[in-house]
């Protein structure tokens, strides 16, 4: 599909070519850029702590699987609106949305370049949507009921799998962006899609 983009105009293959990717040698480079995911996994949490203080909202973690790998929640009590449930549910992914855009627009030739904190925090933004749309995919039983993806269905009053959608879609275009800084139209479908996310928070 990317090799289709690529070659459908000549003069859109020359304006648009995959940038080479910069070599981690050292080990602080990799310590770095796990420091980076780490700091987007706390920030992606924080984000719903924000939104439930914001609200008044006290927090339990509650334990939820993913099949048979075990992990955690952060579910806000008591008595939601099912615009609240949306607005705390989705505010991790606001805060990625955020992060990654900063990290594309100030520095869009990142993956040429050696800055291993901000790939680490980009990696995690784009690897943790993959991995909630995917698991908003799965049958009943195996996806988690608890996850921010399962919640702001609920909100909607829409299978999981579309909210799936919805979040896999910023995820793709970034990927792209990051392979391929010098396209015009990534940088603005990604935004747009990301915007619908918050939109779609107005629906109520």
């Known amino acids: 599909m990317?090799?289709?983009?690529?070659?459908?105009?000549?003069?859109?293959?020359?304006?648009?070519?995959?940038t080479p990717e910069a070599d981690?040698?050292?080990?602080?480079?990799?310590a770095w850029f796990f420091l980076g995911a780490a700091s987007g996994f706390v920030a992606h949490e924080l984000g719903h702590l924000f939104t439930d203080a914001m609200l008044g909202k006290s927090v339990d973690f509650v334990?939820?699987?993913l099949g048979p790998f075990p992990f955690f929640a952060i579910q806000p009590c008591c008595n939601l609106t099912r615009q609240e449930q949306y607005t705390v549910a989705s505010a991790g992914f606001m805060v990625q949305y955020v992060n990654s855009e900063l990290i594309l627009w100030v520095s869009p030739r990142i993956r040429s370049q050696r800055h291993a904190f901000l790939k680490g925090v980009l990696a995690l933004d784009i690897g943790l949507s993959i991995g909630y749309a995917?698991?908003?995919?799965?049958?009943?039983?195996?996806?988690?009921t608890q996850s921010d993806t399962g919640t702001m269905a609920r909100a909607l009053g829409i299978p999981q799998w579309q909210v799936g959608l919805m979040i896999l879609a910023p995820a793709i275009v970034d990927v792209y962006r990051y392979l391929v800084p010098t396209s015009r139209w990534a940088p603005w479908v990604g935004v747009q899609s990301k915007l619908l996310v918050l939109g779609a928070s107005f629906a109520f």
């Open 2 to 18: 990317l090799a289709l983009l690529l070659s459908a105009s000549p003069a859109r293959a020359h304006s648009e070519q995959i």
């Open 24 to 30: 981690f040698r050292q080990f602080k480079d990799w």
């Open 63 to 65: 334990p939820v699987k």
């Open 134 to 144: 995917v698991s908003s995919f799965l049958p009943d039983g195996i996806a988690p």
